[in-house]
């Protein structure tokens, strides 16, 4: 099956997947080939895209967005993207720090959604770099 995935800045992935699984807002989303038409929100998270013939797995960070699947194409539409390894340790690290200072504050003035959004974030790409040090796994 064709899977697009498509940020805000750019198209990350288009290409063939025989398999794919999605954090969906409910739990995570299985997609084989001639899946029935589904709409879907999807949370911050890991998308992992098995590719055709081989037994390597794609893994993409996404910061949520809405899911399409047809029984012959995927689309992900996200306002972030980013591959598995391009994510920057160290800085998902310094997020997820200022987001939990953040909600430890209580003070007037911060916007408590956006630092949970922020934490939301931050911990779900550290998951995605620990999947990609680890073997994948369906």
Do not use: C, N
Not at 98 to 107: I, P, V, Y
Not at 115 to 123: F, G, M, P, T, V
């Amino acid at each position: 099956m064709r899977i697009d995935i498509v940020s805000a800045e750019q198209q990350i992935f288009s290409g063939e997947a025989s398999f794919a699984v999605f954090p969906g807002e409910l739990g995570e989303l299985g997609v084989f080939p001639r899946h029935a038409p589904l709409l879907a929100l999807i949370k911050p998270g890991s998308i992992r895209l098995h590719v055709p013939g081989t037994e390597d797995v794609e893994l993409i960070y996404v910061s949520g967005g809405i899911l399409e699947v047809q029984p012959t194409l995927v689309t992900l539409l996200t306002d972030t993207a980013v591959r598995a390894d391009d994510i920057d340790e160290a800085k998902a690290l310094q997020a997820q720090k200022e987001a939990r200072d953040k909600l430890k504050r209580r003070e007037a003035g911060v916007d408590f959604a956006k630092a949970e959004a922020e934490l939301a974030q931050a911990a779900a790409q550290l998951r995605a770099i620990k999947k990609l040090r680890r073997p994948a796994t369906h």
